[in-house]
């Protein structure tokens, strides 16, 4: 695995697990950095991020992006992680300062702040008209069980999930991380059960990090027994893509009639990116002298 490289796609010999892993401190340091989250809202953005560029990393083209949404009713409100197919993500989180007291052991209380009533939202742009959308109702709001549960019901993939984000007293992170390890059809139950010693018997990610083992470590630890082989290692960041011109064609997406009624109440309009809190000047007069004669039906999309 390259020095730089964060993330790794690995697979058992016999073809039959394969395996994702990241080290996603740096992302969620990037997030907690633009969003200034507390530490409960770190660790459930941080999980999301975390498991949103593995799921990137899963497309089939790098031209491909997936993004998650939870609205679970806690105080965090949604929360929503974009990546695109190179494992590059973004987010976002509706209120970033929650403050609740830490559960009976210790750790952050994501479930409370996320809330568990609610869904999943799973949206895979393909390229295609119509995104593929898959929803599932919210098992804990621990975000690594939800997720388990999406691609148990959504794709039928058994899957066990691991994500882990470890905020300090001042509210910097320390390490995140996590990983996805999939059985693919034709795992024998002999292999599973194997699998599942391996993975209990794992310590968390955040330990291991702590610790200073790689994402390579915690492949040879899950993986151990199947003879392992990394597939692919990646560099992933957290990447916003927003830009003047998105914002301006997202503002045309509104119809010109919208567009000059915006113009007559304000000729300067301002748009705030919701995923890196740029603030872009749009001069409405100068975008409707230039209006293009077919764009009145565009797509809206967000910036």
Not at 92 to 104: F, K
Not at 148 to 157: D, G, H, L, P
Not at 164 to 185: E, N
Not at 187 to 209: C, D, F, R
């Amino acid at each position: 695995m390259e020095q730089n490289h964060n993330m790794l796609r690995g697979i058992s010999e016999n073809g039959g697990i394969v395996f994702y892993g990241v080290d996603s401190t740096e992302i969620v340091r990037e997030m907690e950095r633009l969003h200034k989250t507390s530490a409960v809202t770190t660790a459930a953005l941080g999980r999301l991020l975390t498991a949103t560029s593995m799921m990137g990393i899963m497309l089939k083209s790098t031209q491909d992006s997936v993004t998650l949404q939870i609205k679970g009713g806690g105080p965090a409100g949604r929360l929503l992680a974009v990546s695109d197919g190179t494992g590059n993500v973004k987010g976002y989180v509706e209120h970033p300062v929650v403050e609740l007291p830490p559960r009976a052991d210790g750790h952050l209380n994501v479930g409370a702040a996320v809330g568990k009533d609610g869904t999943l939202d799973v949206i895979r742009d393909l390229g295609m008209r119509e995104p593929y959308i898959g929803q599932v109702p919210l098992t804990s709001g621990e975000i690594a069980e939800d997720i388990t549960t999406y691609f148990a019901i959504s794709e039928q993939v058994p899957t066990v999930c691991a994500l882990g984000v470890l905020v300090d007293k001042d509210l910097s992170v320390r390490c995140a991380g996590g990983f996805v390890v999939q059985l693919l059809p034709g795992a024998t139950e002999e292999e599973i059960e194997h699998l599942e010693k391996n993975i209990k018997a794992m310590p968390s990610v955040t330990t291991m990090l702590e610790e200073g083992r790689s994402v390579r470590d915690m492949l040879e630890l899950a993986l151990a027994g199947f003879a392992p082989d990394i597939l692919d290692s990646y560099h992933v960041t957290y990447k916003c893509d927003c830009g003047l011109e998105r914002v301006e064609k997202m503002i045309r997406s509104l119809g010109k009639k919208e567009v000059e009624r915006m113009r007559d109440e304000d000729p300067v309009a301002e748009v705030n990116c919701q995923f890196c809190n740029k603030n872009y000047k749009v001069d409405l007069n100068e975008l409707l002298k230039n209006w293009p004669s077919t764009v009145e039906n565009v797509p809206s999309e967000n910036a």
